[in-house]
């Protein structure tokens, strides 16, 4: 084998298990280029919170140290904010002034001199490329791997007697600009932005209290355009405590746009798994209070007569559960369209007698998903089981069966998503739905993100800490 073969071999080889390696994604987010300008003013916003009035670290030289760095009056004239390919965010803030306070040690032949110089920097400029990665946890995370910064005009506020001083200070100014700044903001930009990461939940809990929630750790590297951002999650549904089950299909959403500020893509599976959770959990089952009809009570006793005579003093109740897991399908054809197998039941619930009457329901569900905020609920229209029977005297008790079976398939369906299931969007940002997409196996909603600043308040506080 010479090399060239050997080495498109070994390139196989490592695609290959590279591959299987990968765990399929069933929950994907897309943002694009036209949500980087409301990211830019978080950015921005982000920027002044954490510079404005805070005291950075100063450093020593052999003739002079410079501690108890300020930077007031920031004012930000100018800032843009890109995606950088295979990495993530370029960050440029342009044309920028502040004031600079700082406290000076000068090592003179015989004696120290110390001042607090005062600068009006303006024109400065600072680039910052800002990267997400999967951390060792499968969640996002942030690093910074290039920052520069300049500054065009440094004023001295006040006079002293010493000129050579202030010009030596002027070089401490322009020193910080260029050798400081970037080291503090290397420190200070991820540390931020993963207080933001961290508040992307990647465990959701269903909202029943059933020990079930949802897996949303990464399933691979985040995948950076020049025009879009991809995040691909595993957005599986587990039962505390169990072993995760066994991923048999997932058909992972295809994002085919970026006209939209952001996408989200939902493979049946994701709830696929849910629904089977729910079902193994055993709370997809409920029991009739009365049976309202008197015509149904009458042919049930009728029936009961000629097959439990003993027990006809006894009261009726009926009893809906499901008989396998249900199903959810997604086509373009048909849209969401949710199916279930119910088994109604009549019995004397104070005998150990069988059934007095059983038949199967078919519930084929349509319904949509809306997504508000950072809450996936899924609204359904009205549902129309079918009792399945071929038997001419059962007809008779299906027809007062119908509607008893409707209202408790539709208490299990709201039961289920009705608060509304946490997806991983940060709270700062809300998702607000445009249009949606069915394909076959998944569907993508578009729509428009908006900032909400009470959020970011809370990042804000976090990052001061308590009673600061």
């Known amino acids: 084998m010479n090399q060239t073969s050997f080495f498109s071999f070994f390139l196989f ?50 003739t002079c140290g410079i501690t108890n760095v300020r930077l007031t009056g920031i004012n930000v004239n100018q800032a843009h904010l890109s995606f950088v390919e295979n990495y993530g965010f370029q960050f440029m803030i342009q044309n920028f002034g502040f004031t600079l306070n700082f406290d000076a040690t000068f090592n003179l032949c015989f004696f120290q001199l110390r001042m607090s110089p005062e600068f009006i920097l303006r024109g400065v400029a600072a680039n910052m490329e800002v990267g997400l990665v999967r951390n060792r946890n499968g969640g996002l995370a942030a690093d910074m ?22 010009a030596r200070a002027r070089r401490l100014a322009a020193s910080f600009i260029s050798t400081g700044f970037c080291p503090v903001f290397k420190r200070i930009a991820p540390f931020f932005v993963n207080i933001l990461l961290n508040r992307i939940p990647m465990v959701a809990p269903l909202p029943l ?32 405590q169990q072993p ?3 991923v048999k299909k997932v058909v992972e959403p295809v994002f085919t746009e970026d006209t939209m500020m952001a996408y989200i893509g939902l493979s049946e599976f994701f709830f696929n798994s849910a629904a089977n959770c729910l079902y193994e959990a055993g709370s997809l089952s409920k029991n009739f209070d009365t049976i309202d009809s008197k015509v149904m009570k009458f042919a049930l006793r009728v029936k009961q007569f000629f097959t439990q ?7 009726l109740k009926a009893e809906v559960g499901l008989t396998e897991a249900p199903t959810i399908s997604i086509t373009q054809c048909d849209g969401f369209v949710f199916n279930m197998r119910l088994r109604v039941k009549v019995m004397a619930p104070e005998t150990q007698t069988p059934d007095v009457f059983s038949v199967s329901a078919v519930c084929p569900v349509s319904m949509m998903v809306t997504i508000d905020g950072n809450r996936l609920t899924l609204p359904s229209k009205d549902i129309n089981c079918r009792i399945e029977t071929k038997n001419k005297v059962r007809k008779v008790l299906v027809v007062f069966l119908n509607n008893k079976v409707n209202k408790e398939a539709t208490k299990f369906l709201s039961g289920w998503f009705g608060e509304g299931v946490e997806i991983p969007f940060p709270p700062e940002i ?23 600043p009470a959020g970011r308040q809370k990042v804000a506080e976090m990052v001061r800490g308590p009673g600061r």
């Open 309 to 315: 005579p003993r027990n006809l003093d006894e009261p």
């Open 430 to 452: 809300n998702f607000i739905q445009g249009n949606i997409q069915y394909e076959d196996g998944y569907v993508v909603v578009g729509g428009d993100l908006r900032s909400t």
């Open 209 to 240: 209290d059933l020990g079930i929630n949802f897996d949303y750790t990464l399933t691979r590297d985040i995948q950076v355009t020049a025009t879009s951002l991809d995040v691909a999650f595993k957005g599986q549904a587990y039962r505390e």
């Open 145 to 166: 791997r290039a920052c520069q910064a300049s500054a065009d005009q440094i004023g001295f506020v006040g006079t002293t007697r010493f000129e050579n001083l202030e």
């Open 13 to 62: 080889l490592s695609f290959t298990f590279s591959s299987f390696g990968l765990d399929p994604a069933a929950l994907k987010v897309r943002i694009t280029s036209h949500a980087l300008n409301i990211l830019r003013d978080e950015a921005l916003a982000m920027f002044q919170e954490q510079v404005e009035g805070k005291v950075f670290e100063g450093f020593q030289s052999n």
């Open 244 to 246: 995760p089950p066994v």
